[in-house]
């Protein structure tokens, strides 16, 4: 296969920037896309630029788009309340997919995902683009070669603009977004697994809606997402994570922040700012690296060029037999994780990830 031909299925905001990634590569190749709403697809087209648009197919729905050979891998950016019933017949295509995040909304959905991806014929990864970061890919694995000794304490902070505006509002509630800790923490329920090296057993969310959408109303029903949240989470191997999320804090030099603190040190990550910061014990003589990014993969997305690495290793688990290194398995347990804070917060306890069947 010299190139990999994609269909996109879903081309609202990510759709744009998966579409600007994937024309930096040259061994990807945009053949179709798909989309309900006339005015995403006009927008994509668009993206696609003169050069490209008339090459693209236009598909009525993703049954003709997943039923035409031309296609070797989808790309789903469709509403999060959509993933799982595309992805059922994605993977009755056998075709290859990369699922944004997160994986499904509903505890059933996941499960069953998570189930019939175990018999997929294709490449079945996950969109988790927050391990991309190449600041944050450094940080993980730094930790995992033993800089700070035995990791023991694990913290993320993200403080950031409030939600963007989407086609139909969709993301303005928790019946289609699985609610903030699963839409938008889910990336970094997934850090954390990947950090810590464990299973969660325990997870306590302080969370609500106190600034963001007060005065929104869409058919008279109002938002319900949470918008600031504390989120600690226990791991069977006595490694504990703790979440600060804060969604109308827009004017942070640092969008996201994360320390590891281990018995011989401490490393940080600051993005955008892209520094590393080693704190032996002794001496005490912090360290600073710059971990510097593409200005090309930097200009194709929101995501400090995490959507451009990805993509790269995508392709190369497709074409070059590479590992898939964000699975159905990860996608799971971001979900389980992103649920249970969801619980915690609605209820004022702690959740028990036993409580999910997990």
């Not at 190449?134 to 035995?150: D, Q, T, V």
């Not at 320390?259 to 002794?282: C, Q």
């Not at 090309?296 to 995501?303: D, Y």
């Not at 060029?305 to 990860?330: C, K, M």
Request: aromatic share 8%.
């Amino acid at each position: 296969m010299a190139k990999l031909r994609y269909g996109l299925i879903g081309t609202g905001m990510m759709g744009y920037e998966h579409i600007n990634n994937l024309k930096l590569m040259p061994e990807a190749e945009i053949a179709g896309i798909t989309d309900p709403v006339p005015q995403s697809i006009q927008v994509a087209q668009a993206f696609l630029g003169d050069g490209l648009k008339d090459q693209v197919k236009v598909y009525p729905d993703r049954a003709a788009m997943l039923g035409d050979p031309a296609i070797d891998a989808v790309l789903i950016s469709s509403p999060n309340f959509t993933h799982a019933e595309v992805l059922r017949d994605v993977i009755a295509s056998g075709k290859h997919v990369l699922c944004e995040k997160p994986l499904a909304t509903t505890i059933e959905d996941v499960r069953e995902i998570h189930a019939l991806a175990k018999k997929h014929k294709g490449v079945f990864w996950v969109g988790m683009e927050y391990r991309y970061m190449p600041p944050a890919a450094r940080f993980i694995e730094e930790i995992a070669a033993g800089k700070i000794g035995r990791l023991t304490m694990l913290a993320i902070r993200e403080h950031r603009f409030p939600f963007l505006k989407k086609v139909g509002d969709w993301n303005r509630f928790s019946k289609n977004t699985g609610g903030t800790m699963v839409e938008k923490c889910c990336h970094f329920f997934d850090l954390m697994r990947l950090i810590v090296k464990a299973k969660p057993v325990r997870v306590y969310c302080s969370g609500a809606m106190d600034v963001n959408h007060l005065d929104e109303r869409y058919d008279g029903k109002k938002p319900d997402i949470i918008d600031n949240s504390y989120t600690i989470v226990d791991f069977d191997n006595g490694v504990r994570a703790m979440l600060d999320l804060c969604m109308f804090a827009e004017g942070s030099k640092n969008q996201e922040e994360i320390a590891a603190v281990g018995d011989t040190g401490k490393l940080e990550v600051l993005i955008p700012d892209g520094n590393l910061v080693f704190s032996p014990r002794s001496p005490k003589n912090p360290v600073t690296t710059h971990v510097a990014v593409d200005d090309t993969a930097l200009r194709a997305g929101t995501h400090h060029g995490a959507s451009y690495y990805q993509h790269q290793a995508f392709l190369r688990a497709v074409l070059h037999g590479g590992p898939v290194d964000v699975t159905a398995e990860d996608g799971y347990w971001a979900v389980i994780m992103g649920m249970a804070a969801e619980i915690s917060a609605k209820e004022k306890r702690a959740v028990a990830i036993s409580e999910l069947g997990s």
